[in-house]
């Protein structure tokens, strides 16, 4: 009996390997398709049709992955809806190329799982088997720059967003473009809030990630604080994935610092915001990269009461046609307020950073397309090159040189901190800069 | 500094009996059948999602629920031994290596796939004490005292019961057991769910102060070899003790270097007993 | 040199060939990204058959060598500009020369200590490259893209990093078989057999188990090289993957350990399969479960793996199924 048993689990283990290796690896790309026209959309009001040739409409396939399991499925579920969001109003009306092809976008994505070897495999698959002409970033530096190999290595324009790290700009790539303002100028606002809002405070302690982006930002911020006459008591790193940050909090509480900096991403930047509190360390002054401007850092209650954190963007953020104007530059895409209270519309809550670049990147590649009036990989990239562009989202324009190539110039950043409303909800307000604070900052806090 | 070191000190040494009593099954199960149990994180892990789940879906508190998650365990580990173990006990240690990871394997791959790698919570509120430069916190406590009550249960069990008097029998030799009239296959299952069950309650444990995802159980466990090792494979209380060393080590040293070394000086010491001393410091069983 | 005499040798090799060939026939990117991988495992898998396979040692930090071996290679190319073929040779030197100072210590333990040893030494040497500024740190290390310039751009680059996996592939079943047919194998097997009767009987024991450590390690270093290349950039987290070294041990074990064609068939059988559960939508979460069913049914029920099962079922093919 035994033995027939063994003689069958082999040959259908054979059975099986056999089947796998012929088998096709049809992927399951979750494609997300605009309500698919070839034909103009039928709401349109035609009286009586002009003898006009039916204008060729062309899909451009624009891919990415997105992180929708793993560390980093908060952040990038917001940049992924701002994308959506974009999609669905470009293909309302497409974009008219100058030779009168109507181009529509189609978005093909998987999910990363936040983890770098799918990524590389995937953006391959996205650019050989799925035939993109376009290219978006996942979310985060790390899985970035595994991703922007690619591209560059098959020659298709990426636009990366949620990704800050200035290191990657300066591998040589030509068709990598930038959104995000880059690591090096994260917390040098933070350090410069600090000075206007205590002179005296004089002792910085940084405990950041060990990856590429949390490395980028505080060697930059150490090197400005330094230079401001600051001095670093503690500068060390963590790996990703630490969970338990009592070393670094015991030896942050040894150093005594007027001020402590960091932080890496939401998960640890959460985790470490909240093991401070717990230890109740005494500091006047937390700025955390990443976590605080995400809504879901006041999941941590109290903890995050005073915290105050980098952002790309606010929904209280002043960019309009007008400043636009005085500043002497083109204006483009919906107001700030439209963009708000569409999303509002769709996903039923206010659009945190992430979600705003997402968005941002569909219309600067749509800029850039119009620009160019041709999908023409060189075409466009010579329309990114050239461009100097208000938005919503903020000023954009990128670096051209031979070292730098792709590195966001013109984008600034804006720091929020969490304070209380007047029942005591715990609520974000933008205390810097000066310009575009909607309330002071809480300065020292009391712990 | 004397603040900082008896700061970090205190809190190792508060961690380090978590670390210990997750270690104590392993030992045990090496010491009873030699077997290397590679699913001991992934167990671990098993705890604190039970935790979690307890937790958020029926509002249970994670001290309370802690006698369902041993029971739980305990029949986990009785499963595990009869379907994946049993069957390759006398064989090559490889067979029984690799067996233990393949339950690893699939109690990942599930759990990825259930759980997804999102990084869990297990919210209570935690209280502190003050005292002097040391802030204990009200989670670390508790779990240092379960600890050491569930380690004097264990040592109860096993000196004092008769399932017990069996497990260190088959410990000592099986085959006189057998002919002793010990059933080796219910004592080995026991010995096997009893393991689990501690590495399952530590995690529990830990699920009060960390963060946790599936994948969290890789590092735990090689934390646990490092342990084991230390405090000698088969001996719980070199486990316990080995523990509280490793705890002490990790507050220590961050003190006078950068905390990224830590990791480097465990395994080195790891591999210089296993070198120098393969029995452990307290010898093995 | 018996080796030629074999069937085996010439279906293994002529196996590898083929995969090599329909690649380089139909050009094809994704075909040649997967056969890539492919070839990878084959490579990893065959290096730890001759230790794991011959001599009977439980590497379960066989990744170490490949990590460390991509690392000093990376660090030659990306730091001092060494062309790909000299900084390969040097990783693979580099990990044979970690292999020899391990063994020299390691060695001498037996069983399952030496399995966990080899567990520890993977998890040392990844926090130590953590921590080494020269390495970058846990940054790890970046190539500037202009240095696929010297290869004729980032596609040939690509191909001829392809050709050189291709090339390290036959090698490593080449001197598989030698090392099989040889004196040198034979002592081997005689330590897996019974170490103890082996040195009674004057088989120098040590000597044999570190050369067979050392020449596991060599392959490893040199793939470690190519991958990262190819991915233009290495972190510690991805060089040092402790899961990576066991599925190579799964892939030993699913083909058939102590045979030759057994860790090609099985790697490739393993790698097609996780690369199609990874990929379906119904599988794509259960892969890693599906990989451990797979090995639990192996050691439980045919530890022999596909061929030593197919060898003792077929007793007149074995010339074939070596």
Not at chain 1, 307 to 318: F, V
Not at chain 2, 187 to 192: E, K, V
Not at chain 3, 130 to 154: D, E, H, I
Request: glycine fraction near 10%; aromatic fraction near 12%.
């Amino acid at each position: 009996m035994t033995r027939a048993f063994r003689v069958i689990l082999v040959l259908s283990m054979l059975a099986a390997l056999a089947l796998s290796g012929c088998a096709k690896a049809t992927p399951a790309p979750t494609a997300t398709q605009p309500p698919k026209p070839t034909s103009p959309p039928t709401a349109q009001p035609t009286v009586a049709p002009t003898p006009k040739p039916t204008p060729v409409t062309k899909t451009v396939v624009i891919g990415f992955t997105s992180s929708k399991t793993g560390s980093q499925e908060v952040p990038s579920t917001g940049q992924t809806r701002g994308l959506e969001l974009w999609l669905e109003q470009v293909n309302a009306k497409g974009v008219t190329l100058p030779d009168g092809t109507i181009v529509k976008f189609e978005f093909k994505t998987y999910d990363d799982e936040s983890n770098k070897e799918r990524v590389q495999q995937l953006y391959t698959k996205l650019i050989n088997d799925d035939k993109t002409n376009f290219l978006i970033s996942p979310y985060s530096s790390g899985l970035t720059d595994a991703a922007a190999v690619i591209a560059e290595q098959y020659g298709q324009i990426m636009i990366t967003t949620g990704a800050a790290s200035d290191a990657t700009y300066k591998k040589g790539y030509q068709l990598v473009f930038q959104l995000y303002t880059p690591a090096s100028r994260y917390l040098t606002g933070a350090v410069d809030l600090l000075a206007k809002l205590d002179p005296t405070a004089k002792k910085i302690a940084i405990v950041h990630e060990n990856d590429k982006f949390s490395t980028d930002v505080v060697n930059a911020a150490k090197a400005y604080a330094e230079s401001k006459g600051y001095e670093i008591v503690l500068f060390e790193g963590y790996d990703s994935g630490t969970t338990d940050f009592a070393p670094f909090i015991n030896k942050i509480i040894g150093a005594a610092p007027d001020a402590i900096m960091g932080g890496g991403h939401f998960a640890d930047g959460s985790t470490f915001a909240k093991q401070m509190y717990e230890k109740q360390v005494k500091a006047k002054f937390i700025a955390l990269l990443v976590a605080p401007p995400e809504l879901k850092f006041a999941d941590i209650g109290e903890a995050a009461f005073g915290i105050i954190g980098p952002s790309q963007w606010e929904p209280q953020a002043a960019y309009s046609e007008a400043s636009a104007k005085a500043a002497g530059v083109q204006w483009y895409g919906p107001s700030v307020a439209d963009f708000v209270s569409a999303y509002k519309a769709k996903y039923g809550e206010d659009p945190a950073y992430h979600a705003a670049g997402g968005y941002a990147a569909g219309l600067i590649l749509q800029k850039a397309i119009e620009d160019a009036g041709s999908l023409d990989t060189a075409k466009v990239k010579a329309a990114l090159d050239a461009m100097d562009v208000l938005t919503c989202y903020g000023r954009v324009k990128f670096n051209t040189s031979a070292e730098a190539h792709g590195l966001q110039v013109a984008h600034e950043m804006v720091y929020i901190q969490w304070q209380k409303d007047a029942s005591g909800k715990l609520v974000k307000q933008v205390v810097w800069p000066a310009e575009g604070k909607s309330a002071d900052a809480i300065y020292p806090l009391s712990r | 500094m004397t603040e900082q070191l008896l700061a970090s000190l205190t809190d190792g040494l508060l961690l380090g009996f978590v670390y210990g009593l997750a270690s104590m099954g392993l030992s045990l199960i090496w010491g009873v059948m030699r077997v290397i149990n590679l699913a001991h994180g992934a167990t671990m892990v098993l705890g604190m999602f039970a935790t979690y789940l307890l937790f958020s879906a029926f509002g249970i508190h994670p001290y309370v629920a802690l006698p369902i998650i041993v029971v739980l365990s305990l029949l986990f580990g009785f499963l595990v031994y009869a379907t994946a173990v049993h069957r390759v006990i006398n064989a090559p240690y490889l067979s029984t290596l690799l067996a233990t990871f393949a339950v690893n394997m699939m109690i990942i791959g599930i759990g990825t796939a259930v759980f997804t790698t999102t990084p869990r919570n297990v919210d209570i509120p935690v209280g502190r004490i003050q005292a002097g430069p040391v802030t204990l916190l009200s989670t670390r406590l508790v779990a240092t005292l379960i600890a050491v009550i569930v380690t004097a249960g264990l040592y109860l069990l096993l000196y004092r019961t008769r399932p017990g008097k069996a497990i260190r029998a088959v410990a000592n030799n099986r085959a006189a057991a057998r002919l002793m009239g010990i059933s080796a296959f219910r004592t080995l299952a026991l010995s096997f769910g009893l393991g689990t069950m501690l590495a399952a309650a530590a995690g529990a444990l830990i699920a009060t102060f960390f963060p946790f995802t599936i994948l969290s159980g890789a590092g735990y466990q090689t934390k646990g070899f490092v342990i084991c090792v230390l405090g000698g494979l088969g001996n719980p209380t070199g486990a316990l003790i080995g523990g509280l060393i490793l705890g002490a080590l990790e507050g220590i040293i961050p003190v006078f270097m950068a905390v990224n070394w830590v990791p480097v000086i465990e395994f080195v010491l790891f591999v210089l007993i296993l070198l120098v001393k393969p029995s452990g410091l307290l010898g093995a069983r | 040199m018996r080796a030629w005499r074999y069937p085996a040798f010439w279906l293994t090799l002529g196996l590898v060939a083929a995969a090599g060939a329909v690649v380089f026939a139909t050009r094809s990117a994704t075909l040649r990204e997967e056969m890539f991988l492919l070839l990878m495992f084959v490579t990893l898998a065959s290096s730890l058959n001759i230790l794991l396979g011959f001599t009977g040692y439980v590497n379960f930090g066989h990744i170490v060598f490949f990590g460390l071996g991509g690392y000093v290679g990376f660090y030659l190319m990306s730091q001092h500009g060494w062309p790909l073929w000299w900084a390969t040779l040097a990783g693979g030197l580099a990990s044979a020369l970690l292999a020899w100072l391990l063994g020299a210590a390691t060695l001498r333990l037996r069983g399952a200590y030496f399995a966990l040893a080899t567990i520890g030494v993977n998890e040392a040497v990844r926090a130590f490259v953590n921590n080494f500024r020269p390495f970058g740190g846990p940054t790890g290390m970046s190539l500037n893209f202009a240095v696929y310039r010297q290869y004729g751009g980032p596609a040939n680059a690509l191909w001829w990093t392809f050709g050189a996996m291709f090339g390290l592939t036959l090698l490593v079943i080449l001197i598989s078989y030698l090392v099989k047919f040889s004196r040198f194998g034979l002592g081997l097997m005689s330590i897996r057999e019974d170490e103890d009767a082996a040195m009674v009987l004057g088989v120098r024991t040590p000597r044999l188990k570190t050369w067979a450590f050392v020449l596991s390690a060599l392959f490893p270093g040199m793939v470690g090289v190519l991958f990262f290349f190819k991915n233009g950039n290495v972190e510690p987290g991805d060089a040092f993957r402790l899961q990576m070294s066991i599925e190579i041990i799964v892939m030993v074990m699913l083909g058939g350990s102590g045979t030759v064609l057994g860790p090609a068939i099985g790697s490739a059988a393993y790698e097609r399969l996780r690369g199609y559960l990874l990929t379906s939508p119904i599988f794509k979460n259960l892969h890693l479960a599906f990989a451990g069913f797979l090995l639990l049914i192996i050691v439980l029920f045919v530890p022999a793996g596909l061929v030593g099962w197919m060898r003792s079922r077929l007793p007149k093919l074995r010339r074939v199924l070596e």
